[in-house]
């Protein structure tokens, strides 16, 4: 079972966050669901063997990409054509 | 092993040529053109989008993996590796993680110890590129990163080799000929900026591995392999332990830099691509039909044009320069092969490094014209080598380019020599014939021994004396005077005899 | 307004659309001038998208979806964009960022989730045909909930290009309507080859609902009977079953013991995709600006936890505990065992009969707020996703009433026999008449 440290620190992970308010009923509710996927380790047998659908493919013929504008539309911030993000270390 | 033996692995990550990308029809001819003008929703990322293999970026990793003598998996697949970077627009990477293209390869290189060396090769896979990012801004004005999305989806092959080289030329040298293969497959072009990055793993026999990223470029290769090396082993002799990390390599500095510690703790949290259907493409690899490969041809130049063993493995090292090869010896294979090989291997190449400049630069047929002057003996190869010079600055700087013969006759470059006996005093004119002229003192190559011995006693008294160096001394400064114009086995022939006839 | 142009400004008491467009322009087809809603997790271009989550709040699309461009082919009148669980993320249109949506056959619970918009678009009247998806019953259970009909096609039977993804493995774009044969035509539209998505099969539907049902074998799942569901509803259903049998099929007892663990395996696949198709909301390229101003991962961070909601938070961090390091072994490669014996299962169980028939849930809707706890929730899914899990086609239809609130009746069929499973509704829709 997880314990609320270990639950922080996946939603750290997972980059969604987690308030301290919050972070004793998640972890309760998450180990309750965590508890209840416990049947899986009962289950037996082998995956899937692949037997239909393979090798999708298309040729490699180019098609008109998307105007800059478009691209841009729903960018918050944007400098000469670069869309611009929170900096990187 | 021995002790203190370095041990080296690489992965080498090259872009596919194709004329789209691999997950959607995006050209991938971008670099020309503006940030974020060759992209679409699949590759941007938007939601409900969804990828569709290129084929032909199969084909082309296929071709590689057989050229690389490599097994192909009869049932392979993509998987989503995930991460968050703002290069990254969907926030995983499609790659292949358990089930990759092909495994278990070789490719053959020339070992530190002389002969062939087999470098194995672990896998082969197909993946996406990302997007590429440009920091900016400072600290007073608060930095932020800039985006651009033209790369993301471009095709890449990975190709990750066992820890069996020894050291930084040994990697060099596994780099090059990877290289080379991958263009004479025509699934490559080196010349593009940034189509190829390495990932180095680089350890003394005993202790712990470093990864440096982020290498660039093939000379960065070496200078990062042997840069860590260096320190690795300091840090070993002052008794430290060499920490298992992750760095950079800083081109510009020529040194690896730790990375941040984040890095280390990624869990990429794998698993199979569901939008994208397994591959059972094991059945193709018989009609791939190889073409010739850079062993291959190496063999076939020596057998076919004598080249030395050395020789054969500069040219047919870059597809460029072989096919440059044998463009310029095809007039007359046989009269030019061997003219051709030495004048390209030892003078051309060293030429054209020291300007910068690519083989495409020179037009074969006009090379061949100039190698033709030489071996007519309208020039010494003193001259052509100026005539060479000339040739490839006008290039370089934009000039009108002359052919050669025009360049000889600007500069007054046609050999001067004597072919008939001494003593009778006739000049001869390669070009025009025989025109005999009356005396020994018209003959410019005697005039110039004249002035040289006149010009030189010392050395001449050097000669007397039985002083190795003074006779080629002499001969040199007798070239100088003819401006390398005199055939310079007539100059130590007539050199000799007048030497002989003072003393 | 021209022959064309039709307006749409319906009395939205339920708050089924979060998105409606007041002038609409149709064509001439087989859905020539039908109003058709679309649920708010497929792309539709110039139109705000937000899949009923702030994290998208002001998301317009540049393009359409498959189906979209389908549907404008067809004539259709696309009049707006429904409400939905957040994501997809839920049984109840509860989970909605934008409040929940309302039951039209009783305000005072839920439509069921998470097509509920498109469900109580229907029920309400305002709108004959929707789009809606079904990743674990999402288009089942809102049918049931709102006495209306609603099918899960095939899996690749429907592109997913334009779908925002929450389980790839797992949904499909269905039809929702009034009656089957609505559901029937709607059907006829969407369905078939893209080459834009690589899951999709060339299947074209060109059905017309048959009412023959006569001497079809039904299989009744002993797990669908069981303590778990609600005396009433059962009841109701084993009529509904009944009147089958009067129409000329024959009932015969059959047994899913993979039943036992597919919910566990639902949960953790659905959440393992969503986790990592739910990354790229970031504020760069689309939703709410990322705070440049801050380093990556905070920024990255803060947007995600001020725009997602709680619901949609705990799933990610479900599927992203569940990939980690160490315990893909013990999840996801499980839960895809468990996958291939539920599809085992079903096959066996084809193998005797033509169709599988029981609830479509287990209770009646909810009242608004009832289940807080989100296990709870996740168990009234029991009845729904293992077909999804086989990937096979199901339709709820309604056939009766408990507790006053509609009650489904689910009809289950082979891959690729949607026709089938459509014919069977149809039968039962048009024996009560």
Redesign the interface.
Known sequence: M?TEQE?YH??????????TG?LGT?TH??N???E??D??????????V?RD??????????????P?E????????Q??????????? | MAEGQVIVGLEVHCQLDTKSKLFCGCSTDYRADGPNTHVCPVCLGLPGTMPVLNKRAIEYAMRVAKALNCTVLQESEFSRKNYFYPDLDKAYQITQYDKPLAEGGYLEIEGDEGGEKRIRITRVHVEEDPGRLVHMGNAERGRYSLVDYNRAGIPLIEIVSEPDMRSPREARKFLNKLRATLEYLSVFDSEKEGSLRVDANISILGSERVEVKNITSYKGVEKALTFEITRQKSQLRRGQKVERETRHFLEARGVTQSSRSKEQEHDYRYFPEPDLRPLHVQSWVEGIVLPELPDARRERFIAQYGCSLNHARTLTGDLRLANFYEQVVRPDPAGLATLADTWISDTLIGELNYRDMSIDAVDPATFTGLIGLIREGVITDTSGIEVLRVMLDQHLNNQPCEKPLAIVDRLNLRKVSVTIPLGLGYEIDAKSGVEPSLTSQSNPILTAITEALTANPGAVEDFRKGKKGAFNFLVGQVMKKTRGCADPAEVNRLLAEELKKEA | MGDNECCFEPEDRYNAFLTTCKKVTHGSGKLGGIAVAVKDNISTQGIETTCASKILKGYIPPYDAHVVQLLKGSGAAIVGKTNMDEFGMGTTTENSAFGPTLNPCDTGRVPGGSSGGSAAAIAGGMVRMALGTDTGGSIRCPAAFCGIVGLKPTYGRVSRYGLIAYANSLEQIGPMGRTVDDVSVLMQVIAGYDRRDSTSYDRPYAHTPCADIQGLRIGIPQEYFGSGVNPEVAAVVNKAVGRLEELGATTIPCSIPSMEYALAAYYVICTCEASSNLARFDGVRYGPAADAKKSWHEAYQEVRRANFGTEVRRRIMLGTFALSSGYYGKYYAKAQVARENVKKDFARVFADVDVIAGPTMPTVAFRLGEKSDPLSMYLTDILTVPVNLAGIPAISVPCGTAEGMPVGLQIMGRPWEDERVIDVAYAYEQGCI
């Open positions: 997880a639950v996946i939603a750290e992970l997972a980059d969604v966050g987690i308030n919050e998640f509710q998450f309750a669901i965590l209840y996927f049947v899986l380790d009962r289950v037996s047998g082998d995956t899937a692949t659908l393979c090798n999708v493919m298309r040729e490699d013929e180019t098609e008109p990409s998307l800059r478009e691209v841009l539309r729903n960018v918050a911030a400098e000469d054509g670069f869309i611009k993000a929170p900096r990187v270390m």
